[in-house]
T-cell receptor, first 115, second 114 residues
Framework: AQSVSQHNHHVILSEAASLELGCNYSYGGTVNLFWYVQYPGQHLQLLLKYFSGDPLVKGIKGFEAEFIKSKFSFNLRKPSVQWSDTAEYFCAVIPTMEYGNKLVFGAGTILRVKS | DSGVTQTPKHLITATGQRVTLRCSPRSGDLSVYWYQQSLDQGLQFLIQYYNGEERAKGNILERFSAQQFPDLHSELNLSSLELGDSALYFC?????????????FGPGTRLTVL
């Protein structure tokens, strides 16, 4: 089945550690990619998005993601995490029209940063 | 605060019942989206309305229906409720009708079916 996979459901890091959260999708053709974040007790909000152009996308709060078409991946990175990055992170994809007009989310990765 | 409001915050009901969830989009946004987040299915797109018309449909059950009113608020109606319908229901809004517009999410309504 077509899907979006986030490999790690829980990640625990110490402050200042580097972060990489994996996201792979299985849709062919041109896709549009997003990372959303949900801080504890807050609503989902957009971190960054990729539609076209430079495959290295910079988002808010020092996050970036790299689109690697050959690997069907859109991994999220941050060089040095802070305690305030503790949140759940969702990768999402808009696949091509043949798969339906919708935003498909991964299962989410819960990040806990220890201070 | 995203500017999207949802009521109620929590809802507890019994199997077989019907409930209505309400969403008010950000001022100026014409699109409303509904999502269901459950432990086993994750975050799933249900349906989108744009300026009162259904624009896109996802994994929405036939027991569920939605509408968007002239003032642009939207309601999600869930009927013949089952235990498996227990979930967090999110509403999001965006300016345009395209999925490429940034969506702004509300705080969600937590539905518990007993």
């Amino acid at each position: 089945a077509q899907s979006v996979s986030q490999h790690n459901h829980h990640v625990i890091l110490s402050e200042a550690a580097s972060l990489e959260l994996g996201c792979n999708y299985s849709y062919g053709g041109t896709v549009n990619l997003f990372w959303y974040v949900q801080y504890p007790g807050q609503h989902l909000q957009l971190l960054l998005k990729y539609f076209s152009g430079d495959p290295l996308v910079k988002g808010i709060k020092g996050f970036e993601a790299e689109f690697i078409k050959s690997k069907f991946s859109f991994n999220l990175r941050k060089p040095s995490v802070q305690w305030s990055d503790t949140a759940e992170y969702f990768c999402a994809v808009i696949p091509t029209m043949e798969y339906g007009n919708k935003l498909v989310f991964g299962a989410g990765t819960i990040l806990r940063v220890k201070s | 605060d995203s500017g999207v409001t949802q009521t109620p915050k929590h809802l507890i009901t019994a199997t077989g019942q019907r409930v209505t969830l309400r969403c008010s989009p950000r001022s100026g946004d014409l699109s409303v989206y509904w999502y269901q987040q459950s432990l086993d299915q994750g975050l799933q797109f249900l349906i989108q309305y744009y300026n009162g018309e259904e624009r896109a449909k996802g994994n929405i059950l036939e027991r569920f229906s939605a509408q968007q009113f002239p003032d642009l608020h939207s309601e999600l109606n869930l009927s013949s409720l089952e235990l498996g319908d227990s979930a967090l229901y999110f509403c999001a809004s965006s300016v345009g009708g395209s999925l490429y517009n940034e969506q702004f999410f509300g705080p969600g309504t937590r539905l518990t079916v007993l």
